[in-house]
Nanobody
Framework: QVQLVESGGRLVQAGGSLRLSCAASGGTFSNLAMGWFRQAPGKEREFVSVITWSGSNTYYADSVKDRFTISRDNAKNTVYLQMNSLKPEDTAVYYC?????????????????WGQGTQVTVSS
């Protein structure tokens, strides 16, 4: 069983930056594709970004492209989400997710394991 623990969320002003981390344990990290999703109050969980097993491929939602960067360190069993130029509409709980087989990067049901989430609040 894989456990995922997110950290790094906090209150930040618009235009600021944050780096989220997700530490994995209980599995072979390099065998997992790692993604980030977010969920704002009253909205469905939405895809943010994903990185493949070796880190050679990354995908982003259009709303975060060119502002967010996903990366992973397989030696540390950790995936990161660097968020720049934050906007109030980025406010959400951000979830880390892991997939054994990635057949639909934007579909939450493609992911086998989830963290508890970390709150990101962007003030205007």
């Amino acid at each position: 069983q894989v456990q995922l623990v997110e950290s790094g969320g906090r209150l930040v002003q618009a235009g600021g930056s944050l780096r989220l981390s997700c530490a994995a344990s209980g599995g072979t990290f390099s065998n997992l594709a790692m993604g980030w999703f977010r969920q704002a109050p009253g909205k469905e969980r939405e895809f943010v970004s994903v990185i493949t097993w070796s880190g050679s491929n990354t995908y982003y939602a259009d709303s975060v492209k060119d502002r967010f960067t996903i990366s992973r360190d397989n030696a540390k069993n950790t995936v990161y989400l660097q968020m720049n130029s934050l906007k109030p509409e980025d406010t959400a709980v951000y979830y880390c997710a892991a997939a054994i087989a990635l057949y639909g990067v934007r579909n939450p049901r493609s992911y086998n394991y989830w963290g508890q989430g970390t709150q990101v609040t962007v003030s205007s």
